[in-house]
């Protein structure tokens, strides 16, 4: 079984957009910056005033690594396996996974978002946008 996130009323709408189909972020009400994951405060300006906003789908690879061995018995199965820093369009990254082969993945590759239902979680997963080097 996938270890559970913990959600609390902080994370309870990221969860939530998750299970209805939808990716949100914060986004603060006073700078306009955006992020994930949720947290009290603006990352920026630390004001306590945000929203939450849906992602539109796009993003593109900041980074990846390829996980050889598992480091949770739920993933001996997964693996090889990657764990990505996408960055949406709107601006916040997260850790995430991109459905492609190894040698697919590439630093700036543009990417879109699919949710995934896993072992009862829904998920944010990215599948390449438009296929290799497409810009
Ligand atoms: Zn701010």
């Excluded at 949100?24 to 920026?44: K, V």
């Excluded at 996408?86 to 082969?101: K, S, W, Y």
């Amino acid at each position: 079984m996938l270890p559970r996130p913990e959600v609390t009323p902080l994370t309870e709408p990221y969860w939530s957009g998750l299970a209805a189909g939808e990716l949100r972020f914060q986004h603060c009400r006073d700078c306009g910056n955006a992020w994930l994951p949720a947290r009290d405060e603006c990352p920026r300006c630390l004001s306590r005033s945000h929203d939450w906003q849906v992602a539109s789908g796009g993003g593109r690879i900041i980074s990846w690594v390829v996980y050889r061995q598992a480091v949770h018995e739920a993933f001996v199965e997964r693996i090889p396996y990657n764990v990505a820093i996408v960055e949406l369009d709107e601006g916040p990254r997260l850790i995430t996974n991109v459905d492609a082969r190894e040698e697919e993945l590439a630093i700036e590759l543009p990417v879109r978002l699919r949710i995934d239902e896993d072992d009862g979680l829904h998920l944010p997963r990215f599948t390449l946008a438009g296929g290799r080097w497409s810009r």
